[in-house]
C-alpha cells in the first residue's frame, strides 16, 4: 500500500489473471479515520496485510458491491477482528465467500461522518461512501458504478446491472460535490482522480452517455 494523502491509502494494484489484455486494475483503499482505520473495496495483496497491521489492523471493511468478496477480505475479516459491511442486496452472492456482520438499505453515517450511500444500477447492492477528511479533501469512494477506461469515464453494465437504477444513482452523484473520486476498478488509468465541479458533473454526462455493456460477456 502507498499513501495517496496523509490519512488515505492505496492498495497494491490488482490484476486479473482472466484478463487477456492486462490493463484492468481493481484497488482498495484504507481510510485513517480518527476512530481506527476504515477498508473500502478489495485488498487481496498479502504484503499489504502486512502493511495494515503496521498501521494498526482494520476496524472496518466496506465492500462498494459484491464483486469485492474475496478471499482477502475473509483473511482480513479473521485476522483483525474487522467488521464487514456491504448493501442488503449484495448480502446472497458477498456471503458465498464471507459473513458480513452487518448490512444497510438506505443512506447511513457511521461515526457521525462517514456517508453510507446506496448507489444501485451497476450491480443490485453497488454503493458509495463519502467522507470529508478534517485535511480539507471530500472523497467519494465509487466502486464501479462510475469509473475509467484509459482517458475516459463510463459506466459498466454486467448481467445484474439494472440500467434504470445506474440513471438514478448517476443523478444522485449530481448532487454530491467530492474534490477526490476513487474508484475499486479502471482499465489503463489511475484509481484515483482529483476533480473541481465542473469537471466533476462532466465526468458524469461522459459517463452517462459512454456505457461500456459487458451483459453478453463476463462479469467485470
Not at 475516459?152 to 454530491?176: A, C, H, K, M
Amino acid at each position: 500500500m502507498k499513501p495517496l494523502y496523509d490519512d488515505l491509502w492505496i492498495s497494491t494494484p490488482e490484476f486479473p489473471v482472466e484478463e487477456t489484455v492486462n490493463d484492468l486494475m481493481m484497488h482498495g483503499f484504507m481510510l485513517r479515520h480518527p476512530r481506527g482505520n476504515l477498508l473500502i473495496g478489495r485488498v487481496e495483496n498479502l504484503l499489504d496485510h502486512e502493511v495494515l497491521a503496521d498501521a494498526g489492523g482494520v476496524i472496518r471493511h466496506y465492500l462498494t458491491h459484491w464483486h469485492e468478496a474475496a478471499p482477502g477480505a475473509l483473511a482480513i475479516q479473521q485476522r483483525f477482528s474487522s467488521g464487514l459491511y456491504c448493501h442488503a442486496r449484495a448480502l446472497g452472492p458477498v456471503s458465498q465467500v464471507l459473513e458480513p456482520d452487518d448490512v444497510f438499505t438506505t443512506e447511513e453515517v457511521h461515526f457521525g461522518d462517514f456517508y453510507l450511500l446506496p448507489t444501485p444500477g451497476h450491480t443490485p447492492g453497488s454503493c458509495s461512501y463519502l467522507y470529508h477528511s478534517p485535511l480539507g479533501k471530500c472523497y467519494l469512494f465509487v466502486g464501479d458504478t462510475l469509473t475509467r477506461a484509459h482517458d475516459s469515464w463510463i459506466t459498466v453494465l454486467v448481467p445484474d446491472s439494472n440500467p434504470g437504477e445506474l440513471q438514478q444513482s448517476l443523478n444522485f452523484y449530481r448532487t454530491l460535490r467530492p474534490d477526490v473520486v476513487l474508484m475499486t476498478t479502471t482499465r489503463g488509468h489511475l484509481s484515483w482522480q482529483t476533480v473541481t465541479l465542473p469537471e466533476w458533473l462532466a465526468a458524469i454526462d461522459e459517463a452517462e452517455q459512454s456505457p461500456l455493456d459487458l451483459r453478453q460477456r463476463p462479469i467485470f
